[in-house]
């Protein structure tokens, strides 16, 4: 399979956390170097600076090793441990990526003046920038604004991290899109699909929040139900709440899904796939299955998670092996990454999930998210098409790695296809 149990170990157990330890390295140098310049090197704040890091460290190197199921820890426990370890971890990455940033900008303006030297003919310039008085006082200012800021920038973070953990991940939005597919049936003007994706069914997607999602999909009243992947977090158990509850879905022409990311780095995908097709999600694999009505049909098309993009061909065929090119055909394909071959394939409608609409949002320009996750997918949420394929990327429902959302918040969609 395109995902094994070791490649999402070495993703999310190795690289994630060294990153994340790396940051947590770097922040404690800003800060036991601004005790040293500022509190005249205090003992006791370096031990409490100390004391912390290792404190919250320490129990992410725990965490990761162990990888308990935090699903079963008592509620207390999470209101007294786990969510002070996630700010802690959320706040820190956070300040850590933008004190990074910044020192980054200070770094490549002083080696550009030292690329300047290297020139001979601009040498002399590059030297009397250095001794103008107006650099020196540039370079000053960046500093205390840097040190000004520092406070004001934890307090802002730690706030925003906060509200996005206890109050923005669970503030969903339903949204509605339509779409105008050339070749449509007439009989399928108007069908509705109800998607929700990334569920991540686990600590921090309990029961009782499913029921929820389910009774809102439930009132849309769509005539379909599609789960773009990740009914999962990562460990195969929590596909029993997650077919508990989502289970209760219903639909004229059923649910369908397609398994994710997660659901392969839980070790036993094919023990998710079972279950959520029992619990009456038909999880499509690689494969494909005809919607008729009033004695016309569509395609809906499902693959497993593509992972590595060479295997996108080998799915995709496979998945439309069996089907007619006349007809319409609506893919449901975890990762928005491969919207180049479904087009390729004349698939009139992809519907994906994975990016969770970046997350954690910084701003908006235009159609432009200013998010991390835009580093890794030209795909975030909304509306995408290459020539006459279409796509809807959903923000989901659920989170991964820190249980944040910022600017970002969980969305149930109405999909209406209409006839070109």
Same mark, same amino acid.
């Given at each position: 399979m395109p995902w094994s149990r070791e490649t999402g170990f070495l993703i999310f157990i190795v690289i994630v956390p060294l990153i994340v330890l790396s940051l947590q390295f770097f922040l404690f140098v800003k800060v036991r170097r601004w005790i040293l310049e500022h509190m005249g090197g205090s003992r006791s704040m370096l031990r409490v600076a100390t004391s912390a890091f290792l404190l919250f460290n320490l129990a992410l190197l725990a965490t990761i090793i162990l990888r308990p199921n935090t699903r079963d820890f008592p509620l207390? %426990?999470?209101?007294?441990?786990?969510?002070?370890?996630?700010?802690? $971890?959320?706040?820190?990455? /956070?300040?850590? /990526?933008?004190?990074? /940033?910044? @020192?980054?900008?200070?770094?490549? +303006?002083? +080696?550009? +003046?030292?690329?300047?030297?290297?020139?001979?003919?601009?040498?002399?310039?590059?030297?009397?920038?250095?001794?103008?008085?107006?650099?020196?006082? %540039? @370079?000053?200012?960046?500093?205390?604004?840097?040190?000004?800021?520092?406070?004001?920038?934890?307090?802002?973070?730690?706030t925003g991290t906060s509200y996005g953990m206890f109050i923005g991940r669970h503030e969903y939005e339903v949204t509605s899109s339509e779409f105008s597919i050339k070749g449509l049936p007439s009989e399928f003007d108007g069908f509705t699909i109800g998607l929700i994706s990334d569920v991540h069914s686990g600590a921090f997607m309990l029961p009782a929040e499913m029921r929820e999602y389910v009774k809102i999909v439930n009132d849309l009243g769509t005539d379909l139900i599609a789960i773009p992947g990740d009914f999962v977090n990562g460990r195969v158990d929590e596909v029993f709440p997650f077919v508990e509850t989502f289970g209760e879905l219903r639909a004229p022409y059923g649910a369908y899904g397609v398994l994710g990311? $997660? @659901? %392969?780095?839980?070790?036993?995908?094919e023990r998710i796939a079972k279950e959520v097709t029992a619990a009456g999600i038909r999880v499509l694999r690689d494969e494909n299955i005809d919607i008729t009505r009033k004695g016309s049909r569509l395609i809906l098309v499902g693959v497993d @998670?593509?992972?590595?993009?060479?295997?996108?061909?080998?799915? /995709?065929?496979?998945?439309?092996?069996?089907?007619?090119?006349? $007809?319409?055909k609506i893919l449901l394909?975890?990762?928005?990454y491969y919207l180049d071959q479904a087009a390729s394939r004349n698939v009139s409608l992809v519907l994906s999930g994975h990016t969770?609409?970046?997350?954690?949002v910084f701003g908006k320009f235009g159609n432009t998210l200013l998010t991390p996750a835009a580093f890794v997918s030209p795909y975030v949420w909304g509306k995408y098409s290459m020539g006459a394929t279409q796509m809807y990327v959903s923000r989901g429902v659920g989170t991964v790695g820190l249980p944040v959302r910022i600017h970002c918040p969980p969305e149930v969609t109405k999909i209406t296809l209409r006839s070109a």
């Amino acid at each position: 399979m395109p995902w094994s149990r070791e490649t999402g170990f070495l993703i999310f157990i190795v690289i994630v956390p060294l990153i994340v330890l790396s940051l947590q390295f770097f922040l404690f140098v800003k800060v036991r170097r601004w005790i040293l310049e500022h509190m005249g090197g205090s003992r006791s704040m370096l031990r409490v600076a100390t004391s912390a890091f290792l404190l919250f460290n320490l129990a992410l190197l725990a965490t990761i090793i162990l990888r308990p199921n935090t699903r079963d820890f008592p509620l207390w %426990f999470k209101y007294a441990g786990m969510y002070p370890f996630l700010i802690w $971890h959320a706040s820190s990455f /956070l300040i850590g /990526l933008i004190l990074a /940033l910044w @020192d980054l900008i200070g770094s490549v +303006l002083k +080696l550009a +003046l030292k690329a300047l030297q290297w020139i001979p003919p601009l040498r002399r310039t590059a030297e009397q920038i250095r001794s103008m008085p107006r650099y020196a006082r %540039f @370079d000053a200012s960046r500093r205390a604004f840097l040190r000004r800021s520092a406070v004001g920038l934890a307090g802002v973070t730690v706030t925003g991290t906060s509200y996005g953990m206890f109050i923005g991940r669970h503030e969903y939005e339903v949204t509605s899109s339509e779409f105008s597919i050339k070749g449509l049936p007439s009989e399928f003007d108007g069908f509705t699909i109800g998607l929700i994706s990334d569920v991540h069914s686990g600590a921090f997607m309990l029961p009782a929040e499913m029921r929820e999602y389910v009774k809102i999909v439930n009132d849309l009243g769509t005539d379909l139900i599609a789960i773009p992947g990740d009914f999962v977090n990562g460990r195969v158990d929590e596909v029993f709440p997650f077919v508990e509850t989502f289970g209760e879905l219903r639909a004229p022409y059923g649910a369908y899904g397609v398994l994710g990311n $997660h @659901d %392969f780095y839980s070790g036993d995908h094919e023990r998710i796939a079972k279950e959520v097709t029992a619990a009456g999600i038909r999880v499509l694999r690689d494969e494909n299955i005809d919607i008729t009505r009033k004695g016309s049909r569509l395609i809906l098309v499902g693959v497993d @998670d593509v992972g590595w993009k060479n295997r996108a061909p080998v799915q /995709l065929d496979k998945a439309l092996k069996t089907a007619m090119d006349s $007809h319409t055909k609506i893919l449901l394909c975890h990762r928005p990454y491969y919207l180049d071959q479904a087009a390729s394939r004349n698939v009139s409608l992809v519907l994906s999930g994975h990016t969770h609409g970046g997350q954690i949002v910084f701003g908006k320009f235009g159609n432009t998210l200013l998010t991390p996750a835009a580093f890794v997918s030209p795909y975030v949420w909304g509306k995408y098409s290459m020539g006459a394929t279409q796509m809807y990327v959903s923000r989901g429902v659920g989170t991964v790695g820190l249980p944040v959302r910022i600017h970002c918040p969980p969305e149930v969609t109405k999909i209406t296809l209409r006839s070109a």
